[in-house]
């Protein structure tokens, strides 16, 4: 009886072990390249029922065959038929053999230092090894070969290249002289390289799936912000040591991922977004912060409510949706910001810790890629869209609408620096992405649309330190870097670069340039 059973029991077993097994090769096959052959994640996010327990499968499926909108992910629904797309969506959503841990033990086990005595040198004592103006050079991203290329700004020609850990993101964030700078993959390395040397310092694996990482503005710490673990890890900035691991949970024990951390400068804080809880998170680094009350109380003055006291105390600041990514106003009160699909985006004030008005911006607003310049007497903002082929101008005194600009696609970057009377947009979504709009300041018109490389993908713009030069990027494998006058729009050279994807003016970056990203 029981061999009759065991037998029953594995034929009628057989053919989910298989469908297993084929789903695996298909994942294998077509996905394992991006998301990691354990699925925690590389290029693209990991692939766990943790991460995906807000897509629904059907969703998913969806993904799958049509692709991704301003990312990476591909349609497959040409290469796979709709049964081996559905099999896929179960693989994805299976529960992996061994849970992954990435804790305290594994973070400080992974710490390299290459360069111990680079931390101990003041910027002032050490000269670069380089002739190039150090605050006027850019940083390029290689996406295509996993490389880095450091960039005279003046001369625009390579000082070095070097290669990266894979699929970095969030772009290099410098310490505040621009002497070093800190890089964050996908898979959750953490890279500190030193400017003037032209060698890496040190490096740490911080989790397993990255979304970006910031540093302090008194340049001693870092913080990064993690899809996997739910974590934010605090190293020391010197050495990438681990000074903290904050678990990200709500009072309820419900955990998320990390949309988005920034630092705030005026604030001595980091600010941190979730993408599964709909808060926003202060986190302070002074040495002695004021205690933190996130109870509901009439006056903590009177101490009513539990403080939260000590170092890197936690400020939650709740809100009516989820926020994927944000940017800030140039003085720091204000956190504007929304989730992807999102009806409104929400203005919060830091100062009050709450939402103080939502703004209009449907579609799927890149707030990450949101500027701000002075337009008559008042600040605007422009956000791209990566969903509608519109950039909005919000005014930032009364939040309103100001105009809607009509694109030729959806965008992905929009960029502008203070010396500069444009702003740049691609078209980085659908047929007409080979093309870049440049937009005047003042009348809020289309004056220009490149073509600079037709039929193939444009995105990113940055500018040197005095704003006159414009460097586009060229997103494919044999890509290139294309200067531009930015006052004439005339080109005057390309650089030959494997899929550039991000450009970093020094100056720009530490100076905080209204027309650059965080």
Known sequence: MKLAASLLFSVLCLPLLAQAADGGKLFAEHCAQCHGPDRLGAMGPALLPGNLHRLKKNRAA????????????????????????????????????????WGEAQVRASRVVYLPEAAQVKAD?????????????????????????????????????????????????????????YFASRDGWISKFDMYRLEMVAEVRAGINTRNAAVSADDRYVMVGNYLPHTLVLLD??????????????????????????????????????????????????????????????????????????????????????????????????????????????????????KIAAIELSG?????????WKYGDTRVLASPNLKEGEVTIIDMQTWKTLKKIKTRGPGFFMRSHENSRYAWVDVFVGPDRDLMHVIDKQTLEIV???????????????????????????WEIDGEVIVYDADSLEEIKRLPMSKPVGKYNVYNKITRSEGTSH
Do not use: C
Request: proline share 8%; aromatic share 8%; no cysteine.
């Open 62 to 101: 969806a993904v799958i065959a049509n692709g991704l909108p301003a990312t990476q992910m591909p349609a497959f629904a040409g290469k796979l038929t709709a049964a081996q797309i559905d099999l896929l969506v179960e693989t994805i959503y299976a529960p992996p053999a061994q849970t992954p841990v």
């Open 448 to 474: 220009r649309t490149l073509q600079p490389a037709p039929g193939k993908t444009s995105g990113h713009i940055e500018f040197t330190r005095d704003g006159k030069k414009a460097l586009l990027s060229i």
């Open 237 to 354: 900035a010197h050495d990438l040591s681990l000074v903290k691991i904050i678990d990200v949970e709500d009072d309820f024990d419900n955990s998320s991922r990390v949309s988005a951390v920034y630092t705030a400068p005026p604030r001595q804080s980091f600010i941190v977004a979730l993408k599964d809880i709909k808060e926003v998170w202060e986190i302070s680094y002074a040495d002695d912060p004021e205690p933190v009350y996130n109870g509901l109380m009439h006056d903590y003055q009177l101490q009513e409510g539990l403080a939260e006291t000590g170092p890197f105390p936690v400020r939650r600041i709740r809100l009516d949706d989820y926020l994927d990514d944000f940017f800030f106003d140039p003085d720091y009160r204000h956190l504007i910001g929304a989730a992807r699909n999102a009806r409104n985006g929400q203005v919060v004030n830091l100062l009050v810790g709450r």
């Open 125 to 181: 004592v050490v000269k670069p090894v380089y002739s190039a103006d150090p605050l006027n050079v850019f940083l390029v991203v290689e996406a295509g070969d996993h490389h880095v290329t450091v960039l005279d700004g003046d001369r625009l020609e390579p000082i070095k290249r070097f290669k990266s850990r894979f699929a970095l993101h969030g772009g290099p964030k410098y310490s505040s002289d621009g002497r070093f700078v």
């Open 364 to 372: 799927m607003p890149h707030l990450g890629s949101g500027i701000t």
